[in-house]
C-alpha cells in the first residue's frame, strides 16, 4: 500500500472506525463547556420565624458507578533464541535484503538504527546465509503476541492474527470527463481539516480527527454517499476513470496507476481520509445473506456487482470511508508505490502493519497460508519480509497486509488471501520493539 496510512485494504474486514475519537473529542468539549458554564443564582430563603424541627441528618448520596473502562488491545513481545525462528528458506534472506536495504535509507541516521545500517553495507546480500548470519549477529528475536485488556486484566492472549493481501492496480482513465470517463479520483481538498490530537494531550498521538469549518464549528466531513451527490468543493477531480468499481478498489488498496489512451501512466498515492470509518462491504453483503464468509474476496464482491449492477451504488455507500488522491510521478516501472516509511515497497517483501504495534522499517518473519495454492492442499508460506507500510483497515498487532506487486496477476493472488499469521519481530541489538515505538 503506499504511504498511504489509513490505507484500506482487505475488503472483507472492518476497520476499527474513528467513533471512539469522536467521542472523546465530544467529551473534552462537554467538560471544557461544563466548566464555563455559569450555574444560576438561588435567592437565600428568608430566616425561619419558629425553630425549624429536628430531622435526621439525610444520608449521603451514593455515588454512581464509574464506568468499566472498555477492553483494549495491545502487543505483547516475548524473547526468543533467533534459532527458535521458524524454518526459513536460505534464498527468502537474499531476497529480503534488497528491502531491508531500503529500509536502511529511511532509518539509517536514527539512534536505535545507525550501527546495523552501517554494518549491513559489508554483507554480500547476494548469499542468503551471509544475510541470516548478519540478522543472527546483530538483532533481537520477538515473538509478537496480542492480548486483550479489561480493567488492568488480561482477558486472553494469542499467538496468531490475520494476514491478507493487496496491490498497485492499473485503471483506465482521461485528464478530461467525457462519455467513458465519468468516475473521478478527487485529489486532497482544500477545507479538509486534520486535528491532531497529540497536540491536546501527548497520550493521543496517532489519533487524527478530520471535518471541516461550517461557520465556527467544526463538523464531520462528508461520507462517500454525499460525496457521491456533489459534496465536494468544485475543480478537485484529478483525474477521471471509466469503472466506479475500479476506482472503489484503487481505494481500498491505496494507491495505484492510471493509463490514458495515449499510452501515457501515472501513480496515484494516498493523499488524505475525509475522516469516517471503514466499513467492509463484503461483510455486509454476508449480513444481507447475499454470499458467504468464503465467498467474500474481492473477486467475489465484484463478481456480485457485475451480476447487480442496479445495487451497485447502494453497495458501495456502505462504506462511508472515502479516500483523496496525490499524483505522482511514474517513477521506475519496475519498483513498488512508496509506502508509509517513505521508500518503495517490494512485491513478496514488504508487510503493511499497524505502526501502533510493529516499528516500521523492522524486518519482520512471518508464518501463514500461500495464497496461491488456492484450490489445492494448503502450503504454508514462511518467510522474512520487512514493515513498510501502513493500512486503513490494519490495526492490531498481529494484523498485517502482505503486498504482492502491480497488475491483474498480484491482484488475483492478493484478493484471495485472508488465512491466520504468527510473527516475530527483529529489533537492532540494544534496542528493544518498544523503544523503537517511541521513536
Not at 69 to 98: C, N, S
Not at 136 to 159: K, N, P, S
Not at 267 to 281: E, F, T
Amino acid at each position: 500500500m503506499s504511504a498511504f496510512v489509513p490505507r484500506v485494504i482487505d475488503p472483507n474486514l472492518s476497520q476499527p472506525s474513528l467513533n471512539s475519537k469522536r467521542r472523546l473529542a465530544l467529551v473534552l468539549a462537554a467538560a471544557w463547556l461544563t466548566g464555563c458554564a455559569v450555574r444560576p443564582t438561588v435567592p437565600p430563603a428568608p430566616p425561619p420565624t419558629t425553630p425549624p424541627p429536628t430531622t435526621l441528618p439525610r444520608p449521603a448520596p451514593v455515588p454512581a458507578p464509574t464506568p468499566a473502562a472498555p477492553a483494549e488491545t495491545r502487543a505483547v513481545y516475548e524473547p526468543v533464541v533467533f534459532e527458535m525462528l521458524p524454518a526459513t528458506r536460505t534464498e527468502d534472506w537474499a531476497a529480503l535484503w534488497p528491502a531491508f536495504r531500503q529500509s536502511c535509507r529511511a532509518l539509517g541516521k536514527r539512534e536505535a538504527w545507525r550501527e546495523a545500517c552501517a554494518q549491513s553495507e559489508q554483507v554480500n546480500g547476494a548469499d542468503g546465509r551471509s544475510v541470516r548470519a548478519y540478522f543472527a549477529a546483530r538483532f533481537d528475536a520477538y515473538r509478537v503476541l496480542t492480548q486483550r485488556v479489561e480493567g488492568g486484566q488480561a482477558l486472553d492472549t494469542r499467538d496468531a492474527g490475520l494476514m491478507t493481501g493487496y496491490y498497485e492496480p492499473l485503471l483506465r482513465g482521461s485528464r478530461e470527463r467525457n462519455g467513458r470517463y465519468g468516475t473521478p479520483l478527487h485529489r486532497v481538498p482544500p477545507d479538509l481539516l486534520v486535528i491532531d490530537l497529540a497536540a491536546v494531550q501527548p497520550e493521543l498521538a496517532n489519533l487524527r480527527l478530520r471535518g471541516r469549518l461550517q461557520g465556527q464549528r467544526v463538523v464531520p466531513y462528508p461520507s462517500r454517499a454525499e460525496i457521491a451527490r456533489g459534496e465536494l468543493p468544485a475543480g478537485q477531480e484529478m483525474v477521471w476513470v471509466d469503472d466506479p468499481v475500479e476506482a472503489f478498489f484503487l481505494q481500498v488498496q491505496g494507491s495505484g496507476r492510471v493509463q490514458f489512451d495515449d499510452g501515457s501512466m501515472i501513480r496515484v498515492g494516498y493523499g488524505d481520509q475525509n475522516g469516517h470509518p471503514y466499513r467492509s462491504i463484503g461483510r455486509w453483503l454476508i449480513d444481507q445473506g447475499e454470499m458467504t464468509l468464503d465467498q467474500a474476496s474481492m473477486q467475489g464482491i465484484k463478481s456480485w456487482l457485475a451480476r447487480n449492477p442496479g445495487r451497485a451504488r447502494e453497495l458501495l455507500d456502505q462504506n462511508p470511508s472515502y479516500v483523496f488522491f496525490r499524483e505522482l510521478p511514474l517513477g521506475d516501472p519496475a519498483a513498488g508505490p512508496v509506502g508509509a516509511l517513505g521508500v518503495p515497497l517490494t512485491a513478496g517483501r514488504s508487510l503493511a502493519v499497524d505502526a501502533r504495534h510493529i516499528p516500521l522499517g523492522a524486518p519482520v518473519v512471518v508464518a501463514t497460508t500461500d495464497p496461491r495454492q488456492a484450490g489445492l492442499t494448503a502450503q504454508p508460506l514462511v518467510r522474512p519480509m520487512v514493515a513498510q507500510d501502513t493500512g486503513g483497515a490494519i490495526r492490531g498487532p498481529l494484523r498485517f497486509d502482505f503486498f504482492w506487486g502491480f497488475g491483474d496477476d498480484a491482484g488475483q493472488v492478493a484478493g484471495t488471501q485472508k488465512y491466520d499469521a504468527s510473527a516475530w519481530l527483529l529489533v537492532p541489538r540494544g534496542s528493544t520493539p518498544e523503544a523503537l515505538l517511541r521513536r
